[in-house]
């Protein structure tokens, strides 16, 4: 590291335009825990390249790993973002921050140009942010596309959350049907199933949270799914959440 180190900066003290070396160096700061001395290196390489894509998505980086305040992280991915327009990942990751800051039009936006990505786990998760912001019809979209490449119980699950969303109560079985003919225990799809039936069929929907509860146990989804059975079983509709 000390002689990468000596060599970058080196290189930046004969061409303080040298964008690569400025980028190579803040990566050795960032993956050392030297944050701010990253920072350092990327403000300086900006003045001379402002609009230089790996240059802005370190700086991006950074600052959200030095906890800097969200206006400030948000227009640092914004800026990267322009700079490298066609990256899917960069999209989901400004969107999914975009939405934790509560500006869901401008997140939803950023996640559909998100769902050009190819890679399964990546469009499940700006799935899960769509869900989130209601985009029913756009999360839907990246989980077909995820389904094309790999079918899972997982992401059929995540389809029938969208469908549920959309009132698509037809759609939405079938999904969970579908996950559990591939996993008959998983323990997700029985609790999204249950929820999704319990104004409709209180008896089902408890046999499906109750499978959630026995296959989850203690872990993840389990104490979920026994709290809401218990809810249904008091009187009341379990609550989705």
Not at 126 to 152: G, M, R, W, Y
């Amino acid at each position: 590291m000390e002689l990468a180190e000596k060599n970058y900066k080196a290189a930046l003290e004969l061409d303080p335009k040298l964008a690569e070396a400025a980028v190579n160096l803040s990566q050795l700061y960032m993956d050392g825990g030297k944050n701010n001395e990253a920072l350092a290196v990327l403000d300086t390489a900006l003045k001379s390249t402002p609009k230089h894509p790996d240059l802005l998505l370190n700086r991006a980086l950074v600052l959200e790993k030095i906890g800097k305040d969200k206006p400030a992280v948000l227009a640092a991915y914004g800026a990267a973002v322009q700079a490298r327009p066609g990256d899917p990942m960069l999209h989901a990751v400004y969107g999914g921050l975009l939405s934790d800051a509560g500006k869901g039009p401008e997140a939803v936006a950023e996640l559909k140009q998100a769902i050009a990505a190819e890679d399964p786990a990546l469009l499940v998760s700006v799935a899960t942010v769509l869900t989130k912001e209601n985009a029913f019809d756009e999360c839907i979209q990246a989980v077909d596309k995820a389904l094309s490449k790999k079918k899972a119980p997982a992401v059929l699950v995540r389809r029938g959350i969208c469908k549920d969303g959309k009132k698509d109560d037809k759609g939405a079985a079938a999904d969970y049907d579908a996950a559990l003919a591939l996993d008959a225990n998983f323990a997700p799809a029985h609790y999204y199933y249950g929820l999704s039936l319990a104004s409709k069929d209180k008896a089902k929907a408890l046999e499906h949270l109750d499978k959630a509860a026995a296959g989850a146990g203690e872990q993840g989804i389990g104490p979920e799914a026994k709290k809401k059975a218990a809810e249904l079983r008091a009187g009341g509709a379990a609550k989705k959440k």
